[in-house]
């Protein structure tokens, strides 16, 4: 059973997650209609105005922490049920960045962050942040500093945020076991294919670094593979810029 925690502003729901863990049970979303500081990835801001889906899953799994892969897998996996969500209840396709932005057109329609609490060597809990943008209008679309969307101007009508929500959780827990269980490979297919810079040229970024080549592939632990002049480079973690 999936419990919920409505708030009706709060900074971030990640970080209303991470600072009350200890009460929040395993498998439980926190969610609000406004967040006041919504963190993005990379130190970004993720703006979080209301009629916006702004939601962080907490899940307590037992798994060694240094399994980053599992961690990896988790957003990945959360990625492909966004997609699926957008296709089945919406028929909206939608295009994967690596490693787990959501694009329509090129432009970012939905966003991911995740993060950890570790206690010694184990996990205590992963929190999946999932920003969606489900009813953004024109001009706040325009003051993002990255192309955007939002599913109100796809389907020009009003999305109803908790319809949205509820889908996404019953998509999400329908493989979470099998997810936990056999990793990435579970979805490497279809997560593959839904990639839209594999056999492209790219930039890359990571801790600091970047990299250009031909995004070649997506290896069984979800890394990017990249092609640069002939010398393969494998990233871990990090974005695709462009
Ligand atoms: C990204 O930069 O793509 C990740 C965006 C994640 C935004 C969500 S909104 C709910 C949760 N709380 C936050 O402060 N951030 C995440």
Known sequence: ?????YLSEVESTN??????????????????DIQSKGKGRNARNWVSEKNNLFASLVLKPRFD???????????????VVLARVFKKKYLIETKIKWPNDLLVD????????????????LLEAVIIGIGVNLNLGKGLLEKIDQPATSLNVLLKK?????????????????????????????????YSL???????????????KKYYGIAKE????????????GIEKIIDMGDIIC
Do not use: W
Not at 1 to 5: R, V
């Open 106 to 121: 090129r432009k970012k329609i939905a966003g991911i962050l995740i993060e950890t609490i570790i206690q010694g060597y």
């Open 158 to 190: 009003e999305i109803d945020r908790d319809e949205f929500l509820d889908f996404l959780l019953k998509e999400f827990f329908l493989q979470y076991d099998e997810l936990l269980e056999k990793g990435f490979l579970l979805i490497k297919e279809e």
């Open 1 to 5: 059973m999936i419990k919920k925690i």
């Open 194 to 208: 839904r990639n839209m810079f594999l056999g492209k040229m790219v930039e890359a970024a990571a801790f600091n």
């Open 15 to 32: 970080n209303y997650a991470m600072e009350n863990i200890q009460e929040i049970e395993d498998k439980t979303v926190v969610f609000a």
């Open 65 to 79: 922490f240094q399994e980053k892969h599992t961690l990896n897998a988790l957003a990945h996996y959360t990625a």
């Open 218 to 229: 997506i290896t069984d632990k979800g890394q990017l593979v990249l092609d640069c002049n």
